[in-house]
């Protein structure tokens, strides 16, 4: 069982920076990924970045390649989402998100809403343009 409390949403003007943090506590030994998800008014939710705990191979939404970097604390119980340039389009709900999933099975395109089991309570980002 994994717990997951996220914190450093807020609001900002368009190309401004966030820093979204994610407190993990619980039994993340082993084959785990990490991820952040996002779900704006009326849309799906859907992964953002995702992290293999074991060797930290990354993967990125097309839409936030290059703008947005996932990565571990240094204390390895702490997931951060770095944002800059940030679009009024990336306003949402941001949600951090565990599962124990082998490696390549760590990617967007698997990692999916309904395999994830641990979810955060969300934190809300809103950019204005």
């Known amino acids: 069982q994994v717990q997951l409390v996220e914190s450093g949403g807020g609001s900002v003007q368009a190309g401004g920076s966030l820093r979204l943090s994610c407190a993990v506590s619980?039994?993340?030994?082993?084959?785990?990924?990490m991820a952040w998800f996002r779900q704006a008014p009326g849309k799906e939710r859907e992964g953002v970045a995702t992290?293999?705990?074991?060797?930290?191979?990354?993967d990125y939404a097309d839409s936030v390649k290059g703008r947005f970097t996932i990565s571990q604390g240094n204390a390895k119980n702490t997931l951060l989402l770095q944002m800059t340039s940030l679009k009024a389009e990336d306003t949402a709900m941001y949600y951090c998100?565990?599962?124990?999933?082998?490696?390549?099975?760590?990617?967007?395109?698997?990692?999916?809403?309904?395999?994830?089991?641990?979810w955060g309570q969300g934190t809300q980002v809103t950019v204005s343009s």
């Open positions: 998100a565990a599962e124990f999933v082998p490696r390549e099975t760590c990617v967007l395109e698997r990692l999916t809403v309904g395999l994830v089991s641990s």
């Open positions: 619980g039994d993340t030994y082993g084959r785990y990924c």
């Open positions: 992290i293999y705990k074991l060797g930290g191979s990354t």
